[in-house]
């Protein structure tokens, strides 16, 4: 009886699931089982364990005979427009600028895609889904496509807007098509905009239909290879179906640039020219677009460089009068505070007279707002 529940219970009980698992083309459980083989062979058959982990790290990187060839994106059977977007290969992506503990986050899921090979002969599997958080302008896009190239991976962008069907039905055979498709090869699958698709079921406002949709999604993400990644973004964390949480490694949550960030973009954006800015002049920038997104930046940078070199004045009283400009444009009422912030750590080196010229405004009312500051 003890031999029989060995063998019931041990390596040899993983055979009939992996034959069973590939006959039913399940190939999730296919992957489970064969990782589940990995560890129990280590030490009593540690060549067959170290054969089976190669076999599993050679279809995680979705080579020989793995790799799916000439496969056109699933397109949707009403509007026939092309569910997903793909890149095979992603050139001159940034990486987006973050924080010291996102950036270690980030740097651990990258080191255990590269090492998934050691991984998966220890009998572990890497990370391969990473949900994203944040206001628009934080960077989710921006690391997906940063990601796919340092990875060397193909990326795949599935646009929700088609793929939610008027035909509410269709909706959940578009999201299996476009889960299908991704697992055929090594690719980063990346749905923008996930809230759409991974609501709480417990929303009242929502028909049933959409409930099961969030189901279909659920059990698609259950089957994710291994050799794949799996990508989602939202701004609105807030509604989506606790039961999708536990479905992803890692939920990092990016926060709007701070000061330190702002200016790691700025100083990116202008390139050579940040050599020309001043110190103090980068000092007013970290102070006013502390909290601003990091599109909004770059377009402020993009503005400055343009009015320096078609009007031809010095870079640093360009990037101030933008940056007024900016300001007054988007809300009046800060113009004073800018004035006084600028005067505020330029001292001596911006004058009233010519803070005043930069903003537009009277030099009395420059005054007058620098005094106020003052008293507050």
Sequence with gaps: MAKKDKVEHGWMGDIPRLIEAGLSEDKKNIELTAMSLVRRLRKEFPDVSRDVATVLSGYSRGSGAFRSVGIAPPADRDSHANLLQVEDRVQGALKPVFSEGIEKIVGRFVEERIRADELLEAGVFPANKLLLTGAPGTGKTMLATWLAQELGMKLAVFDLATSISSLLGNTGLNIKR????????????????????????????????????????????????????????????????????????????????????????????????????????MDVLAEVLNGRN???????????????????????????????????????KKI??????????????????????????SATSVQYHIKKGAAK
């Design 178 to 281: 476009i889960f299908n498709f991704a697992k055929q090869d090594s690719i980063i699958l990346f749905l923008d905009e996930f809230d759409a698709i991974a609501k709480r079921r417990d929303d009242s406002t929502d028909v049933g239909e959409l409930k099961r949709i969030v189901n279909v999604l659920l059990k698609e993400m259950e089957s994710w290879p291994a050799r794949s990644i799996l990508i989602a973004a939202t701004n609105h964390p807030e509604m989506l179906d606790a039961a999708i949480y536990r479905r992803f490694d890692s939920c990092i949550a990016l926060p709007l640039p701070g000061k330190e960030q702002a200016v790691n973009i700025v100083q990116r954006a202008f390139g050579d020219y940040s050599e020309s800015i001043s110190s103090e002049i």
């Design 294 to 332: 990091a599109s909004e930046i770059v377009l402020y940078a993009n503005n400055s460089i343009k009015h320096h070199l078609i009007s031809g004045d010095p870079l640093n009283d360009s990037l101030l009068e933008t940056l007024l400009e900016k300001t007054r444009l988007e809300d009046s």
């Design 336 to 361: 004073g505070d800018l004035c006084r912030i600028t005067k505020k750590i330029m001292g001596r080196k911006m004058p009233v007279r010519k803070l005043a010229e930069l903003s537009g405004l």
